[in-house]
């Protein structure tokens, strides 16, 4: 096996990884802000927020959308929401 075949299969594995983790953040967050719902409107749309930004298929460049997840949760830190 060649050093190229290798790496590209260690891609594939870490797409599909980080797809795995991404899809079950969404599902939590989404999971969360409907209970969230019962008890704060601005919690319910916090995690909601922060879903849509975690959604693997959300059209924003990678590094922008690591910015913005750090933000929300250091948003979500700052006003005890996590």
Known sequence: ???KG???KLDLFLSKLEDLICWSLFGILLVVAAHALLLSQ???CYYAATA???FPRTPLQSHLRVALVVLAF???I???LI
Request: charged share 0%; hydrophobic share 70%; aromatic share 6%.
């Open 6 to 8: 290798s790496a590209n």
């Open 52 to 54: 849509v930004l975690i």
């Open 78 to 80: 700052v006003f005890g």
């Open 1 to 3: 096996m060649s050093a």
């Open 74 to 76: 250091i948003i979500g």
């Open 42 to 44: 601005i919690a319910a």
